[in-house]
């Protein structure tokens, strides 16, 4: 059997006693994709944190290839192949497009090895792909704080995508995004699962539909139920704990 | 076009340098001399604040061990061997200090000059950045250095020369420092010294390293999560910073002849930091212009109104961060925005940005 | 005398020091914590705050001139740091190093019109007679130990007035509105606190107590216009080491700052405390650069 990509186990964070992550496990195989959903407050992104090493668990552990990532700093955490899109854009404003898209796809991100002035030409060759399927090609020499919010979404995920990281961890990929939009980005997303791994935080169920992947739910910094959208749909446990705060999931 | 323009404008300033000497008179030609000396500290300046956003308030302690390095071998050197610096004596040692005596050959002075101020700031900032102190701890934390710094050498008389610090320099590497041909080369070696500095941020700013440091100041936990180690690539910028200001502090008391803890301290910190928000923090032309603007003005209000310097420079300051936060390199800059402002708000288009960001949220 | 007599004498001055610097870092602690803000003519205030207390023991005499120049100080130096908050600091709001660089300026207008006012050469408050006696110990194994009523009296005082800041804190209904835009900005307001109000209140009241730091030191050292500039760099430093914003580790900060140096001071020179201070700070912060006193939060990290 294969072994998983990512084993999160029985991870535990607390904020000043209040516990947002209670012994939390998720397993995630290669180049697959799993969406993460829940109610407000269950501790999505704070599963996201721990993993890229934002945030340090209590007790627990998180393994990666095989590695245990718990306690490494976040550069080396993303160094070692995960990358992540956080829910608030993080463009860097005074970069161009393509210098943003660059930086997050050279691979030598040592400080003693970052002085030379040109590209690589393997890395300029991923960041034209990204340019040309995010569409920002005509704005590739405008600044990233000049982008419309759609478009700084689109090269947030551009840049995680350019990151060309094992496991790709996308906070509300599709907020704020059109219809048309938020569908692209599905079909980007699955395109790209050939090669890696997604793990997909987001409350638009159309999208989630889109992803076509299995769901996991979270509630109260655990893993409620883990299925197909269909059958957490059906699930009494998931309707009943989303009953009245998401009306999307009961709905649709 | 806008890439002409400062090329030009580089060409115009190198040009005028060059010349000064045909329509300066000597005393102001030293004084431009020591300001270009000042302005090579301001270029570092523009990479370690305007580049990546790390304020120093202690930048006079790399400059000043700069400054005192070479003025320990000037002072070497007016000595017949075997002597001591007369502040030695009145304090009672019997002899120099071996850290004293290795700069007398002047290869060491040299090197120290270079070496020292780059290893210190390089190791201050490891310590603090790779606990992630930034912004304004880190800059407090400077400033208490550069007050420690001060008063070190104010209180360590014996080796210092204390309040009155370093003095009396006849002569270095065999050539009398009063002679005009001495300060004559010596301008021309500033100007030297400050055109590299000057093409050697250039290049920096076109290196990955370059537009890493802009990604850090900008979104320093951003950049972290692309796997960059901020406080590697922040350590290097600071260390170059504290290279810049010990070579500056070096040609500033060959200027000037005297090097003394009243110039390296809280305040003479802060004036340089000054000069760089004036002429615009992350302008590397104009980071030079600003140091040269400031000091000039400086020297022309203390001499004529001693009492209004400090308020203007204090009022100075105030506008400038407040109103100008690009200094006067923002100014070309400012037109465009306040152009662009006027065109936004004659109607439409505003309007049509709020219907936009409405639809893109359903 | 013996050696313990020294030693507790050096504490007790070390703990005076320490009440001076935690008059001055609360209102830096505040400020910093709430609005992320530092205000670099913070040490301004602690001058203002001496010079009025010098005018007001020259006009005024009788026993209780001293009393009423406290007020004067607070009420003045509040003043004067409202003034500050809203001609400069409010424009800078989000820009903490822009900040920092426009207060220096204003120091220096403050610095240089003292300056111009009374001149650089220092002005000396007489403690008032109920003041200017000691306290000696004659009995005991600290027999000898005498205990100057100034340094009583400042320490007495940084105590009442770090109590009834924290009082005012957790009962009154401004401090719930400070503690309010001290958890969540944009909630307050939501919620319709008027946070500039309250960043307002906040400024001036911390630099109210700055001027009643001057006060105190004006008691035992010559007021001059560079006074403030000595002292607010320590301040500095405890406002490092103490934590974002928290009042009990800045006290705790202050008395680690404070007896750190008294007690440097007994072995080597006041510079060498100086440089050792500083080190101490480098090292304290590998250890916890978040200062003593942190919370874990989630909002801190976002990127």
Known sequence: MQSPLLSVENVTVSFDGFNALDGMSLHLMPTSIRVLIGPNGAGKSTLLDTIIGNVRPASGRVVFKGEDITDLNEYKIVRRGICRKFQAPGTLENLSVEDNLNLAARPRRESWRSFGVGIASQVRARVERVLERTGLKEKRKSLAGQLSHGQKQWLEIGMVVSSDADLLLLDEPAAGMSLDESAQTAELIRSLSSDHSFLVIDHDMTFVEQLDAPVSVMHMGRMLKEGSLNEIQRDPQVISVYLGREKEVAVA | MKKWLSLSLDIALLAALVAAPLYLSAYHLSLLGRFLAMAILSLGLCLVWGWSGILSLGQGVFWGLGAYILAMHLKLAALAPGDMPDFMMWSGLDHLPGWWTIFRHPAVALLGVLIVPTIAAAGLAWLVFNRRVSGVHFALITQALALAFATLLVSEQAYTGGFNGLTDFTTLFGRYIVDPSFQRSLYWITVVALTAAYLFCRWISHTNFGKILLAIRDGESRTRFLGYNPAGYKMIAFAIGGAFAGISGALYVLHVGVISPAMVGVVPSIEMVVA?????????????????LVNFGKDWISSAMPEMWQFGIGLLFILVVTLLPKGLAGIPELRGQIAARFRRSAGAPALEAQTLAITQKN | MGHLVVFAGQIFNGISVASILLLTALGLALSFGLMNVINMAHGEMLMVGGYITYLTCRFVHGPGAFLLALGFSFVGSALLGAVLEVTVIRWLYGRPLDTL???????????????????????????????????????????????????????????????????????????????????????????????????????????????????????????????????????????????????????????????????????????????LLLVLVVVFIQFRPRGIVFRRSRVMKEA
Do not use: C, K
Not at chain 2, 282 to 291: E, W
Not at chain 3, 103 to 109: A, E, F, K, Q
Not at chain 3, 200 to 211: D, E, N, P, S
Not at chain 3, 255 to 267: D, E, N, T
């Open chain 3, 101 to 275: 660089l426009a207060t220096w300026g204003v120091s220096l207008i403050l610095q240089q019109g003292a300056r111009s006012l009374f001149g650089a050469i220092g002005v000396d408050v007489v403690a008032p007679p109920w003041l200017s006696g000691s306290v000696a110990i004659g009995r005991g194994p600290l027999a000898g130990l005498t205990l100057p009523s100034v340094r009583i009296f400042i320490i007495v005082l940084t105590i009442v007035v770090f109590a009834l800041l924290l009082l005012f804190i957790a009962r009154s209904r401004a401090g719930l509105f400070l503690r309010a835009v001290h958890q969540d900005r944009e909630m307050a307001q939501a919620l319709g606190v008027n946070t500039r109000w309250v960043d307002l209140l906040v400024f001036a009241a911390g630099t109210g107590v700055a001027g009643l730091a001057g006060t105190a030191l004006a008691l035992i050292a010559p007021v001059t216009p560079t006074v403030g500039q000595s002292y607010v760099v320590y301040a500095f430093l405890v406002v490092i080491v103490g934590g974002l914003g928290s009042l009990l580790g800045t006290a705790l900060a202050a008395l680690l700052v404070g007896l750190f140096s008294a007690g440097v001071q007994m072995f080597t020179s006041v510079s060498l405390a100086d440089v």
């Open chain 2, 276 to 292: 760089v928000a004036v002429g615009g923090r992350d302008s590397f032309i104009g980071v030079i212009l600003g140091t040269l």
